[in-house]
């Protein structure tokens, strides 16, 4: 007789649902790399209704490092679009709370901090493009290692919505000058996840003095000789933002702990 | 009362046709940069039908330096998918004429060596992409100085088919990283006249030790801080191809010089 568990394994239908009742009870309470493989994984940011407009006016004058998947209603923890059952309340396994810009606490379930007036803000993740890229034999260091992209401050501005600014934050993946010429064909594809990279050479073009200077405790970036290094706006970049604006409150996902959708990564292709 | 000539111009519609006519009747003798705007203008080699398979196999396994834009009959002058009154014998203003690998003439009009077993192999020009990448905005420095793109042989081996073997020639033009993106973009759009990049960054990675150093005299390249070289298939490849392999007889395009055909650069677009 077969494990029941792999029986349950085998016989479900919705992989992602799955992976936010495991999370959500607690079974999952670690980051959701590799989990639901080929499901959209999103970014979360969490306002009070009085930022909320000028936050969606960001997200849209800054598609690349702010791809909306969706947006809240007003004190509703439901995202109906990404997964029937969603409740952001409770669907990640680590949030980051917020007052007035400083990190109050690091939460496993929302819950108690959920407020009527709290807008959800799920934004794409490179999750997504970095899996196409490793179906068309693109090698990623970084999985390799089973790490995360080196991340960077660069001095490129986003683009202003109200009290809404600040310094775009850049993923970089190191491959050969084909595979760049490839990713570079492959994200495109992508708009709704980063896209296409904004640089490539030079990182001192974008104010980067030092790749092995990083902010965010990304792996160690690895170049091998004639190596072109990659850069794609990264989804850091919003969370750097309101720590900058100060909202009076916010929760964001605590880094690598996604929401899991039910999307697919392939739906989010344009062709 | 208008001049006539200004009324035929304005009566016509077919351009290129009146280019291909002004050409074969001596009126146009000299290069074939913007003749006819936004029509295919295509490289030309001609061999005796012995090398034809061959050399129609070492394009298909090379489309990138060899796009194959037609394959004339043996004898045939004509080219009709491209223009309906095409004759390859008068319709370009230049052409080299190689014995045994040897140029043994530079000719207006190649009548008097037509032989009935003689196949023509129109090739895509990367004049095509540059109309696109100048419509898109991408500044093209050689064209601000009414130049050619600097060209370079490298140690990129293409495919060999039968006799024809060699390494691949390419072009280059520098620019920002934010519009080599973008030109990766827009010439993956035209795999039928060069398509994208092979390269980008750092000659030495595929054999170019000095950028300074062109073996076939385009336009001294210009970069600027933080440009980043783009390196582009050349068509110049079964050029140099047909040199080394010295069939016992060969009639190229005279640089420059090229067939006008009928064809819309919109039209080589494949999204």
């Not at 600040?166 to 994200?187: N, Y």
């Not at 990279?197 to 104010?207: C, L, R």
């Amino acid at each position: 007789m077969q494990n029941p568990a792999a029986v349950s394994s085998l016989n479900s239908s919705n992989p992602a649902r799955d992976a936010r009742l495991a999370i959500r009870s607690g079974e999952h309470n670690t980051h959701t790399g590799g989990v639901a493989p080929g499901h959209v994984q999103a970014n979360m940011v969490i306002l009070p209704k009085e930022y909320a407009q000028e936050f969606q006016t960001y997200c849209m004058l800054n598609p690349k490092p702010c791809p909306l998947l969706a947006v809240g209603d007003a004190g509703d923890p439901s995202l109906p679009t990404l997964g029937e059952d969603i409740d952001v309340r409770t669907d990640l396994s680590g949030y980051r709370v917020f007052e007035n810009g400083k990190e109050i606490e690091v939460a496993s379930d929302i819950t108690s901090y959920w407020r009527d007036d709290l807008v959800s803000f799920p934004l794409g993740c490179s999750l997504s493009f970095e899996e196409a890229l490793v179906q068309h034999g693109v090698p990623l260091y970084h999985r390799q290692r089973n790490g995360r992209p080196a991340t960077y401050v660069t001095n490129i501005d986003t683009a202003a919505a109200g009290r809404f600014n600040g310094k775009m934050v850049v993923s970089m993946r190191a491959m050969s000058a084909a595979d760049a010429i490839r990713a570079i064909q492959i994200t495109t594809r992508f708009p709704n996840v980063h896209g296409a990279p904004v640089h490539i050479g030079d990182p001192e073009a974008i104010g980067i003095e030092d790749l092995d200077y990083q902010q965010f405790g990304g792996t160690p970036p690895q170049m091998r000789p004639y190596d072109v290094p990659v850069f794609w706006a990264c989804g850091i970049t919003p969370q750097i933002v309101v720590e900058t604006v100060k909202p009076s409150f916010c929760i964001t996902h605590l880094a690598g702990r996604m929401l899991v959708t039910d999307l697919l990564n392939t739906d989010l292709a344009i062709l």
